[in-house]
């Protein structure tokens, strides 16, 4: 199981780091289904409430949800959470590397006039359709 800690993540992206710097966090996910080992983020507002009410390590937000954020506890406060995430997530999949087991998975259907690259990982139930290109180390 892949595993970053806070500290990794900040020196990586930046942001200002509310909490322990070995802090392990496992996974990404959702607010509202973030465990004790995963990381989130908030970047409406209008969520606030999912965030006094989240499990997760650590939640990712703005300045305006610094005060909020640190009463739940581990927070990292980026100018824009939605884009920290998603640089997150880049990190998390660059440091994942290949996941182990079939470049293609038997239950997806790929039609023959479908162009896939021999690199591309085409997952469960995956419809590719004609004349669609998949390139090079794309995860479907």
């Known amino acids: 199981m892949q595993q970053l800690h806070l500290g990794d993540i900040v020196q990586a992206l930046?942001?200002?780091?509310h909490g322990d710097l070995a802090t392990p966090i496992d996974g990404l996910a959702p607010l509202e289904t973030a465990n004790a080992s995963q990381l989130s983020f908030l970047s409406n507002p209008k969520y606030q409430q999912q965030l006094a009410a989240s499990k997760a390590a650590c939640v990712i937000v703005g300045p305006a949800m610094r005060e909020a954020a640190v009463a739940r506890g581990a927070c990292i406060v980026a100018a824009d959470p939605y884009l920290y995430f998603a640089r997150l997530s880049q990190l998390w999949?660059?440091?994942?590397?290949?996941?182990?087991?079939?470049?293609?998975?038997?239950s997806a259907v790929i039609d023959p006039d479908a162009v896939v690259h021999p690199t591309a990982r085409i997952g469960a139930?995956?419809?590719?359709?004609?004349?669609?290109?998949i390139g090079a180390d794309t995860v479907l």
């Open 93 to 106: 999949k660059a440091r994942r590397g290949t996941a182990p087991g079939p470049a293609i998975h038997p």
């Open 125 to 133: 139930l995956c419809v590719i359709e004609r004349g669609a290109r």
């Open 14 to 17: 930046g942001g200002e780091l």
